[in-house]
């Protein structure tokens, strides 16, 4: 079982839907989440973090953690075609090997497009 | 504000070539810093990481190598590429301490031919 599950989609939707992206994960020792927003030929941008259960909201963006579930979840309000890219999860442990280290485990991401 | 560099951007190599790619940050000292390869179909493979000057830990074993000889620069290398290494190549920075988050470079697309 791999330890980020993530849909790779592609999810098409119109202008002004609601979007949700999710990932899945096996190891309850991930306690940090990240949202990245990948453009084609760009480097993955920071979305939004998180780090407790829960909603966590930003603008047109929620992100929604339950560890309970192993379960996370990125929504979308009022898309627009300038979100159409693709959506990296990403999670942490922290690792005691290495002072100050802290790795992040990513999902394959979701690609989104928003037709206007 | 933060930001980080990569270059070159995009580049083609044949096979058996060196390799040499650079990464720098400004506006903070002391990060933390990774390079990634991104794949079609494969998501991000953390290759390296760094915790300090001189300082590497390996994730993955291959035929690149990396260095960082100043606090806020990363170079990958590598002597001869293989077909295999051709990808998006991403380098990163986090703090070292108190938060999760890693903040990633424009990226370099590399070609190997």
């Known amino acids: 079982q791999k330890e980020v599950e993530q849909d790779p989609g592609p999810l098409s939707v119109p202008e002004g839907a609601i979007v949700s992206l999710n990932c899945t994960y096996s190891?309850?020792?991930?306690?940090?989440f990240m949202w990245y927003r990948q453009y084609s030929r760009k480097g993955p941008e920071l979305l939004m973090y998180?780090?407790?259960?829960g909603n966590k909201e930003d603008g047109r963006f929620t992100a929604q953690v339950d560890k309970s579930s192993k379960y996370i979840s990125l929504f979308i309000r009022d898309s627009q075609p300038s979100d159409s890219a693709t959506y990296l999860c990403?999670?942490?442990?922290?690792?005691?090997?290495?002072?100050?280290?802290?790795?992040?485990?990513f999902g394959k991401g979701t690609k989104l497009s928003v037709i206007p | 504000s933060q930001t980080i560099h990569q270059w070159p951007a995009t580049l083609v190599q044949p096979v058996g070539s060196p390799l040499s790619l650079e990464c720098t940050v400004e506006?903070?000292?002391?990060?933390?810093l990774y390079w990634y390869r991104q794949a079609a179909g494969r998501g991000l493979q953390l290759l390296f990481y760094?915790?300090?000057?001189?300082?590497i830990s390996s994730e993955v074993p291959q035929n690149l190598s990396a260095s960082r000889p100043q606090d806020r620069q990363f170079i990958l290398s590598s002597k001869k590429l293989l077909l295999s290494d051709s990808g998006f190549y991403l380098c990163?920075?986090?703090?070292?301490?108190?938060?999760?988050?890693?903040?990633f470079g424009p990226g370099t697309r590399l070609t190997v031919t």
């Open positions: 760094s915790v300090g000057i001189g300082q």
């Open positions: 998180t780090y407790s259960s």
């Open positions: 990403a999670m942490s442990r922290f690792r005691s090997s290495g002072a100050g280290s802290y790795q992040l485990t």
């Open positions: 506006g903070t000292s002391n990060p933390n």
């Open positions: 190891n309850s020792a991930f306690q940090y």
């Open positions: 990163a920075w986090s703090v070292q301490a108190g938060t999760y988050e890693q903040y």
